[in-house]
């Protein structure tokens, strides 16, 4: 007999106050001035009764680097009297979050931790976090996929590799009530450009808010995918609040159809299973900053003509100003200590059944994702990123050959994405294969 599914969520608002600044854009000036909507954090646990299971820590925040994983997971699991390894961190990547959760992402990026407002947030979290216990209950999963097109797509052309799929895994009490909802979609959540100086979840948020109005009131927490190379760029109408309605209630609307289709899928049962790995990756070589120098003179020449050529906010304008970005990057890590050796990865499958989700901390392209779930032994494989760490982009070969602004800036070489597909891969077909 199957070990009933037990479940306790909770969300909470962790947004800050301020006059701190924001974190991902390299163009923005200024600090926040005010909160347009809550940035907040969703914790789902999963487990049973011999089980411990998963508890995801799902955070509207630009990113988790290692320092603020370790805070976290070791609060919450302290807070809830289980293993720190059973608990995941994972961030939306909203560009409308605080810069000082984390510091500085990238050699070649400025940034500064800022320790009070890791403290406050952490506070909070483990709050939440010590009320799961006592309202743990039984729940009854059912997955649910879709697709959509309307929230983004691939960032360098319309036709280019996306994923337009969703997942949802939806659990509901005994009663039948909405209790929760994991759902995940692979987008930058970068509707609103730097000009934006309040706190925002963006399109994510939007989702959930309009989850909440369309079918009730559940936990909805949200996983970030395969989106290094994904955004709304050649989707979006302008780049305010409205927008960011528009793209998180299209979202939200498909999710919606699908959780209400005539002939709901069956039943999905525990228990729920981890398997964790860790994968050592060379850093790759940098060019001398002469040469950085000039690859960044030459990039920023080239963004000033397609903005003489087009103005403000057209894709051939963002495409150019953010390879010179990139470049300008790459100049600041060459003249930077810049890092040598091997970074370690985390990566992590989380199964429910014929369910996986496979959890790295990249930025991963999308063509990178798409490969790991064709080459999937599940069923139902969602690939997220973002997820214990922050580790930058990994591009494809594609992006390598092209030169895009992530071929610029990823810590890693052009092999390596090939290294961590298979990596994911067998670590995938060995958790599959130990479920028995």
Known sequence: MTAALLLAAQDVRITPGPG???GGYLARHGVATGTHDDLE??????????????LWVALDALAVDAGLTRTLADAVAAAVDIDPARVLVCASHTHSGPEGWTGPLHPGLPGRR????????????????????????RVRA?????????????RYRPDGPHDTSFGVLELRRDDGSPAALLFDY?????VLGPDNLRWSADWPGATRRELAALIGQPVSAFLQGAAGDASSRFLRRGRNHDEVRTLGGHLA???????????PPAATTGPVRLSRSALHLPYR?????EDSLELRQAAELEWQRELARHGEDHPAVRIAQTRYEGCAMLAATAATDRPTGCAEVPVSVVSLGEIAWLHTPFE???????????????????????TDGYLGYLPDAEGHRDSVYESYVTLFGPDAADVLVEHCLKLLRAHHVGRD
């Open 253 to 263: 609307t498909s999710i919606a159809r699908t959780l209400a289709a005539v002939s």
């Open 114 to 137: 800022d320790a009070g407002l890791v403290g406050r947030m952490a506070e909070t979290v483990t709050g939440a976090a010590r009320r799961l216990r006592a309202h743990r209950g």
């Open 186 to 190: 692979a987008s930058h959540p970068t």
């Open 285 to 289: 070589d940098v060019p001398s900053l």
């Open 364 to 386: 991963l392209f999308a063509s990178l994702g798409l490969r790991i779930r064709r080459g999937s032994p599940f069923r139902h494989t969602r690939v997220i990123g973002y």
């Open 20 to 22: 701190h600044p924001l």
């Open 41 to 54: 954090a969703s914790l789902i646990w999963l487990s049973t009764e011999d089980d411990p299971g998963v």
């Open 142 to 154: 059912r997955w649910h996929a879709g697709e959509t097109e309307a929230v983004g797509g691939n």
